[in-house]
């Protein structure tokens, strides 16, 4: 393995010096490979210890199809990604009781996940050494929330505590750490509660000595309200995670480009660190399919990385290898966003910013 240290000043380096580009939907992508229950339990999973339905938990494909994971971040950098995540969005161990795994089977999930991106991401900077490619380990959303009741009629209620959320977000960080990424990603927070558990875990494993990593923190505006789920509007959110630190701050998921757009100017106003956005291929149809065509995504956010608000993009649900090459061509040669200086003031958030100079 390439050494690690070294990759990741690459990433800083090379972040000042272009626009950086994620890729593009996983969960699609397994879907058109047309894959049985058969690849999603192999040899791995039996019917006897795990019952149910496995077939649509595309994390485990980390053990039992690695070879369909490692396609998909070769079609990611091949359209020209310089970040491709690790296939691990839902792996914790909360989130994998659904499906009855081990925590074990959850660590293991993540170690694969990330020796299959980091493995990809040093194949192609040997291949393209100008342009150095880097491994996201996917942190994503749970199942359950801190900040919101489980039950209408109980305001209190709760499926989970916050020592619940913080120890499974510490054991799948560690199971990435380990694995050989070179950042994190939380994503597609609909939570903060919840994110604010992950960056906890990772502050203290850190603290413990576990090597430090780059943070991507991507929030949800989950509709035209301009909030996420739980409830924060950008500056808020932005406010209630700075104190982390992060690489980049973003959003993805839940809106498409056009309806993204004054999220991530915003964002773009009051974040003292790079800004990031994969916004989905538009709005769903009936069908819950994605029509926008990769020309159209790559002509909203060409339109972003003109008006300079931007420092990396990709694509969310609906987007495809196709997608990333044609926002590829429309970012390419533009400068990223120059990040802002605040000056120092309490800076304080409930579900509005509050700032105290």
Sequence with gaps: ????????????????????????????????MGLGEEDYRNEHFNADTYPGQMKGNNDILCLTRPDCVTQLHD????????????????????????????????????????????????????KTPDKPRFAAGSIGPLNKMLSMSSDVNDPGAREVVFDQVYQAYREQL???NEGGVHMYLIETITDTLNCKAAIKAKMDLEAEGMDVLPLWISGTITDRSGRTLSGQNVEAFWNSVRHAKPFAIGFNCALGAELMRPHIAAASRVADTL????PNAGLPNEMGEY???????????????EEGIVNILGGCCGTTPDHIRAIAAAIEGLPP????????AMRLAGLEPFEMA
Excluded: C
């Design 1 to 32: 393995m390439h050494d690690r240290d070294a990759r990741i000043a690459e990433l800083y380096a090379a972040s000042k010096e272009r626009i950086l580009l994620l890729d593009g939907a996983w969960g699609v992508m397994l879907q058109k």
């Design 337 to 344: 966003r120059t990040p802002i200086t605040n000056e120092s």
């Design 75 to 126: 079609a990611y950098y091949d359209a020209g990604a310089d970040i491709s995540e690790t296939n691990t969005f839902s792996a914790t161990s909360i989130a994998m009781d659904d499906y009855n795994l081990t925590l074990k089977d959850v660590i293991d999930i993540n170690h694969a996940g990330a020796r299959l991106a980091r493995a990809a991401a040093d194949k192609w900077t040997e």
């Design 174 to 176: 560690k199971a990435l």
């Design 291 to 305: 029509d926008e065509k990769p020309h159209e995504t790559a002509g909203e956010l060409g339109k972003w990385a």
């Design 275 to 278: 800004v990031a956005a994969f």
